[in-house]
């Protein structure tokens, strides 16, 4: 049958077609005619002037607290987040319900803090929630910007933001289905006349190998590897399946982003991936991490004593040699006013590290030693100030180190003062090592191979997938 006879069968059944759906719409209409009911204008509720004041109320004591946040304490911290427009409760012990509830009452805020839509009260951090949620970041701006996926990247299509008076006068309901169905049936015949005329190409995807190469990473190592105890799906789950695990992992992340935006320069996801590898692959990348903890004599791993040496450890870098870094990098990363803040928040959060004598706040720690001697009850002293940080105090005093390892934890902090070693000469000898020249005396081919799977694991823990 030629092409010819084909289309004027076709227009023929179309407009046999399109002749039973018109019929098929009349009798629709005159079934319905009877019950087509246009509703009644009615006048739109006003606002009462007892819920104004609250409204406005409100709004007040929501923006006094945004001027007040971030809010910290030992068990529970309090955050805005600008993505989710909520404020968020982030519980940290077990008797957090009663002292947020206290803290509310305090704040004139018992009646909002169970409003779920402007409180959320979890075990989670804001980072946590904010990358659980599915909610588009607010635009702020008047103008709507809009991508198409069709379409180049350049091209943007802006569109006015409709304004919507606050009392519209009512309009009436008209039924408008019988339009709505001739419109759909239209496109439908429209639709199927095209695809008539049009040549179809199916493609066949091209299977993946499972693998992530060395060049979506961009760092020249050896191509990351899924499988086995520590590949890079191993790794992933470790991390996540640990709660304090994924909270370091994405601090630090974030902090790598952040030193970059402020000018630094680093290699991201190899920063990360080295403090990982320093505290081993069994565990995770942790800020807390020192290493005077490997049973020589003289040497501790516990916050409570003074390392009295040369040569130890801290989150991936060596402290003793970044002694000169600490106060320039801080007033790179932060303003001089944040200091004692930021400091807080490490001895706060040293809860989550991976081993319970880093952590300031554990009971083995808080009641002797430096812990004891510098920190009021588990706080900064209010006196501390960028003159009590090396370099502008002698590093080797223990009243200098203890301040100083503190602020040094700082997760942005953590991964500005391990860029000056972690960088691209580092790199290059990653990927020059081999079992008979070992880095450092214990790098070969093998903890290159886990390296490069950390990154690969971090690479799919910031971006959801590879």
């Known amino acids: 049958m030629s092409i010819l006879k ?8 179309t407009t046999i077609l399109f002749i039973l759906f018109s019929l098929l719409i009349l009798l629709t209409n005159l079934l319905k005619k009877k019950n087509l009911v246009v509703e009644k204008k009615r006048p739109l509720p006003t606002l009462t002037q007892q819920e104004i004041d609250f409204s406005r109320r409100k ?30 409760i982030t519980k940290k012990t077990p008797s957090a319900d009663e002292k947020i509830d206290n803290w509310a009452k305090e704040n004139n805020l018992s009646h909002l803090i169970t409003n779920k839509d402007v409180f959320i009260v979890s075990e989670k951090t ?3 929630l904010e990358r659980s949620s599915t909610i588009t970041p607010p635009i702020k701006n008047k103008d709507l910007t809009i991508l198409t996926p069709a379409a180049p990247i350049t091209q943007i299509i802006t569109s006015q933001k409709p304004t919507l008076p606050l009392l519209a006068t009512p309009q009436p309901m008209v039924s408008t289905t019988p339009n709505l169905q001739l419109e759909a049936f239209l496109n439908l015949i429209n639709s199927f006349w095209s695809l008539s005329k049009t040549k179809v190409n199916l493609v066949t995807p091209t299977p993946t190998a499972g693998r992530l190469s060395s060049a979506d990473i961009s760092l020249g190592l050896p191509t990351p590897v899924a499988e086995g105890i520590n590949g890079y799906s191993a790794l ?27 000018g630094g320069s680093l290699i991201k996801y190899l920063t990360t991936a080295w403090i990982w590898f320093e505290n081993g692959a069994s565990s995770w990348p942790d800020p807390y991490q020192i290493n005077c903890n490997d049973d020589r004599p003289g040497y501790s791993s516990e916050v409570s004593f003074f390392c009295n040496v040369r040569n130890f450890q801290v989150a991936g870098y060596q402290a003793a040699e970044r002694k000169n870094d600490y106060a320039v990098v801080f007033r790179r990363v932060y303003n001089e006013s944040d200091l004692i803040s930021i400091m807080q928040q490490v001895v706060d959060n040293s809860y989550r590290a991976s081993r319970a004598k880093w952590s300031y706040k554990d009971g083995s720690q808080i009641n002797k030693g430096l812990v004891l ?3 009021n009850n588990g706080k900064i002293p209010a006196t501390i100030g960028i003159s009590d940080i090396s370099p502008n105090k002698d590093f080797f005093n223990e009243r200098t180190q203890f301040f100083s390892l503190i602020l040094g ?28 020249h070992k880095l450092y005396g214990y790098i070969g081919i093998k903890e290159v191979q886990l390296i490069s799977n950390m990154i690969a694991a971090l690479y799919i823990i910031d971006n959801g997938s590879l």
Request: glycine content about 2%; aromatic content about 10%; hydrophobic content about 40%.
């Open 373 to 375: 001697r510098y920190l």
């Open 409 to 436: 934890k700082d997760p942005k902090m953590v991964v500005a003062l391990n860029s000056f070693a972690v960088n691209s000469n580092f790199l290059n000898q990653l990927k020059n090592t081999s079992d008979a």
């Open 236 to 262: 992933k789950m470790k991390i996540e399946s640990n709660q304090n695990a994924l909270w370091a992992t994405r601090q630090l992340l974030e902090g790598e982003k952040y030193y970059i935006s402020k």
């Open 6 to 13: 084909m289309k004027k069968i076709l227009l023929v059944l």
């Open 126 to 128: 804001r980072e946590e």
């Open 59 to 88: 709004n007040s004591l929501v923006q006094q607290l945004k001027e007040r946040l971030p809010y910290q304490t030992d068990d529970f911290n309090v955050e805005y987040s600008p993505l989710l427009d909520k404020f968020i």
